[in-house]
């Protein structure tokens, strides 16, 4: 366990669905990111928040919607997915977001099947 | 957004030293980072080298950074098949007065016995 821990580990869902990741960390961070994983690709960031606030959107499509009630959870709720939108979902936090020696702490990922 | 470049394999044998390069982009950077992915797993932070550094030695992790040609490279010696994961390089840039962080594709590090 790295401190930051997601929920599901696996997912499948059809595109018509409605479901949503979960992340949860008590290091103290103020940060946290969602970050998509896919085969042959750098890792995309596509969200972030500091203190609560989403500071960063990367041009994601808004089927994906983020949600950080707290500094230590964040959510995220997909709605009429595609199937291009599987992939590994990263989780991860970190002190502050002016970057430091500590880098980022990921959590092991939910694995997204659309169908 | 800023790019991090990175082959995509490197396959040494058990025993062999292996360097993974890396290039960035960014010379705002002030920490580069290397990560470890096992499969099934998220990343792991190995090793981070601080902008003004050249070199950093943590035991068989040597990183050697070359700000002038953007170069960060990452050396593990006496490389033994508990190695073998995915390998990513990340900087961070700055970008509306924070800094972002940015992975490359990830090297498939292959140990053979």
């Known amino acids: 366990e790295t401190g930051v821990t997601q929920t599901p580990r696996h997912l499948v869902m059809g595109m018509t669905n409605k479901k949503s990741l979960k992340c949860e960390q008590h290091?103290?961070?103020?940060?946290m990111y969602w970050y998509k994983q896919s085969a042959k690709k750098p890792l995309e960031l596509m969200f972030v928040?500091?203190?609560?606030?989403?500071?960063e959107n990367n041009s994601v499509p808004s089927r994906f919607s983020p949600e950080c009630p707290n500094s230590s959870h964040l959510f995220l709720h997909l709605h009429t997915l595609q199937p291009e939108d599987s992939a590994l979902y990263l989780c991860?936090?970190?002190?502050?977001?002016?970057?430091?020696?500590?880098?980022?702490?990921f959590g092991s990922g939910t694995r997204l099947t659309v169908v | 957004g800023e790019d991090v470049e990175q082959s995509l394999f490197l396959s040494v044998r058990e025993g062999d030293s292996s360097v993974i390069n890396c290039t960035y982009t960014?010379?705002?950077?002030?920490?580069l980072y290397w990560y470890k992915q096992e499969p099934g797993a998220g990343l792991q932070l190995l090793t981070y080298?601080?902008?003004?550094?050249d070199m950093k030695q943590d035991q068989r992790l040597t990183v050697l950074l070359n700000k002038k040609d953007k170069h960060l490279s990452l050396r593990i010696a006496d490389t033994q098949t508990g190695d073998s994961a995915i390998y990513f390089c990340?900087?961070?840039?700055?970008?509306?007065?924070?800094?972002?962080?940015?992975f490359g594709r990830g090297t498939s590090l292959i140990v053979h016995p």
């Open positions: 991860a936090s970190s002190q502050d977001r002016q970057g430091s020696g500590y880098g980022y702490t």
């Open positions: 290091l103290g961070h103020n940060a």
């Open positions: 928040y500091n203190f609560k606030e989403q500071t």
């Open positions: 960014d010379s705002s950077s002030t920490y």
């Open positions: 080298i601080f902008s003004n550094m």
């Open positions: 990340a900087e961070s840039y700055l970008s509306g007065g924070s800094y972002i962080p940015t």
